[in-house]
């Protein structure tokens, strides 16, 4: 059996790009499929995460400028080129099942260039904000749009989603929902004696890591001594807008941007807390990797991302969004608790568990066997 995952790049830092390549090295491991990652976008880099040599690797070459939108005139004029390379390598490869994960023009392309295949879209952002636009949304146009989103949606065998609430925000019946897999566990537990909390991500305003830095200034004032560290790379511009506020707010040498680690794990390791301020998250893998290192979380309960993972005052705090006085006030209560920072980190330890790779691939490999026979017996019958 033939499988494709198509995305834009592998290149890159990010949770998308790490899940896809977790998911092809346990693919690769412990089944007999032909795996294949097709990209348009790639620019002749190497993946950015390691990825099995099992795995057969393509990319259409497609120079979008991504600075701009993808409907902008200067990348509309590249949609005959991508249409037309998919369509010669899908129908070289002719597989089973394609799993698509990023939304642009292979979207509305792939239902109709793979008629005799599974097609699977997997949805890694929440729809919560798009939802509320088109709730009050009164333009025709948009309205016209969202139907025609809704269309191409339809036509896609399955809609995989990462948690039960955003259910919510996607019509149709050919909704499932399969968590992201947590794909490493220490063999140890953090000490959370180090004075330190620790936070990681794309930097980008969307992650909202201003209202943690302007949150520290009550930590500060209460624990001098404690630490934030600041782990990823990402947007320069507003990188430097957050060490400017860290300058303003006299805070140098209490918040420290250390740059992309590919030693996370360890990191945490050496932390006694996880924090989390982003303005949007649909399921925060980074949560995932903290509990398994025994950490305690404070977070926004942005929509549905975190709320999905933690369970409020068992395994993290759940402090409410935008809110910056309550997760300085979380932050100092699990500072100056040591028992409830100890025992939400080994709660977090052990409900990690339900996450584990085996669990989610298990789901995955279900619905590819059952559904693809059911799908091959349809398209025989035709």
Not at 76 to 89: A, G, P, T, W
Not at 193 to 210: H, L, T, W
Not at 263 to 285: D, H, I, W
């Given at each position: 059996?033939?499988?494709?995952?198509?995305?834009?790049?592998?290149?890159?830092?990010?949770?998308?790009?790490?899940?896809?390549?977790?998911?092809?090295?346990?693919?690769?491991?412990?089944?007999?499929?032909?795996?294949?990652?097709?990209?348009?976008?790639?620019?002749?880099?190497?993946?950015?995460?390691?990825?099995?040599?099992?795995?057969?690797?393509?990319?259409?070459?497609?120079?979008?400028?991504?600075?701009?939108?993808?409907?902008?005139?200067?990348?509309?004029?590249?949609?005959?080129?991508?249409?037309?390379?998919?369509?010669?390598?899908?129908?070289?490869?002719?597989?089973?099942?394609?799993?698509?994960?990023?939304?642009?023009?292979?979207?509305?392309?792939?239902?109709?260039?793979?008629?005799?295949?599974?097609?699977?879209?997997?949805?890694?952002?929440?729809?919560?904000?798009?939802?509320?636009?088109?709730?009050?949304?009164?333009?025709?146009?948009?309205?016209?749009?969202?139907?025609?989103?809704?269309?191409?949606?339809?036509?896609?065998?399955?809609?995989?989603?990462?948690?039960?609430?955003?259910?919510?925000?996607?019509?149709?019946?050919?909704?499932?929902?399969?968590?992201?897999?947590?794909?490493?566990?220490?063999?140890?537990?953090?000490?959370?004696?180090?004075?330190?909390?620790?936070?990681?991500?794309?930097?980008?305003?969307?992650?909202?890591?201003?209202?943690?830095?302007?949150?520290?200034?009550?930590?500060?004032?209460?624990?001098?001594?404690?630490?934030?560290?600041?782990?990823?790379?990402?947007?320069?511009?507003?990188?430097?807008?957050?060490?400017?506020?860290?300058?303003?707010?006299?805070?140098?040498?209490?918040?420290?941007?250390?740059?992309?680690?590919?030693?996370?794990?360890?990191?945490?390791?050496?932390?006694?807390?996880?924090a989390m301020t982003s303005g949007m998250e649909c399921?925060?893998?980074?949560?995932?990797?903290?509990?398994?290192?025994?950490?305690?979380?404070?977070?926004?309960?942005?929509?549905?991302?975190?709320?999905?993972?933690?369970?409020?005052?068992?395994?993290?705090?759940?402090?409410?969004?935008?809110?910056?006085?309550?997760?300085?006030?979380?932050?100092?209560?699990?500072?100056?608790?040591?028992?409830?920072?100890?025992?939400?980190?080994?709660?977090?330890?052990?409900?990690?568990?339900?996450?584990?790779?085996?669990?989610?691939?298990?789901?995955?490999?279900?619905?590819?066997?059952?559904?693809?026979?059911?799908?091959?017996?349809?398209?025989?019958?035709?």
């Amino acid at each position: 059996m033939k499988l494709v995952y198509y995305t834009d790049q592998i290149y890159k830092h990010g949770g998308l790009e790490r899940v896809i390549s977790n998911k092809l090295n346990y693919l690769a491991k412990n089944t007999d499929l032909d795996l294949h990652l097709i990209t348009f976008q790639n620019n002749n880099n190497i993946p950015c995460y390691s990825i099995n040599n099992k795995v057969n690797f393509h990319d259409l070459d497609i120079n979008y400028n991504r600075n701009i939108t993808f409907l902008h005139p200067r990348n509309v004029k590249y949609i005959l080129k991508h249409f037309s390379r998919l369509k010669k390598l899908l129908k070289k490869i002719k597989p089973d099942i394609i799993i698509v994960c990023n939304y642009e023009y292979g979207f509305f392309f792939v239902p109709y260039l793979a008629k005799n295949s599974l097609t699977i879209k997997e949805y890694h952002s929440t729809g919560h904000f798009h939802y509320l636009n088109r709730q009050h949304n009164q333009s025709i146009l948009k309205k016209i749009r969202y139907k025609f989103i809704n269309y191409f949606q339809s036509k896609y065998n399955y809609i995989a989603l990462l948690n039960k609430d955003e259910l919510n925000y996607y019509s149709g019946e050919n909704k499932i929902v399969i968590p992201n897999s947590l794909t490493f566990k220490p063999d140890q537990q953090s000490s959370l004696n180090e004075k330190c909390v620790i936070s990681a991500g794309r930097i980008a305003p969307v992650k909202g890591f201003d209202d943690l830095i302007e949150s520290w200034v009550k930590i500060r004032y209460h624990h001098p001594e404690w630490k934030l560290k600041i782990f990823g790379d990402g947007e320069t511009d507003y990188i430097e807008e957050l060490k400017n506020i860290v300058d303003k707010l006299n805070l140098k040498e209490n918040i420290l941007f250390m740059g992309p680690t590919k030693n996370l794990k360890q990191e945490m390791l050496n932390s006694s807390m996880y924090a989390m301020t982003s303005g949007m998250e649909c399921f925060p893998m980074v949560l995932l990797e903290a509990m398994s290192c025994g950490l305690p979380i404070v977070s926004y309960d942005c929509p549905t991302g975190p709320r999905n993972i933690i369970q409020d005052n068992i395994d993290g705090i759940l402090v409410d969004y935008k809110n910056k006085e309550s997760m300085s006030n979380a932050i100092i209560e699990l500072i100056e608790n040591i028992d409830k920072r100890i025992l939400l980190g080994k709660n977090g330890f052990i409900n990690a568990n339900k996450f584990t790779e085996h669990n989610v691939m298990t789901s995955w490999l279900n619905i590819f066997k059952t559904s693809s026979a059911k799908f091959q017996q349809l398209s025989n019958a035709k």
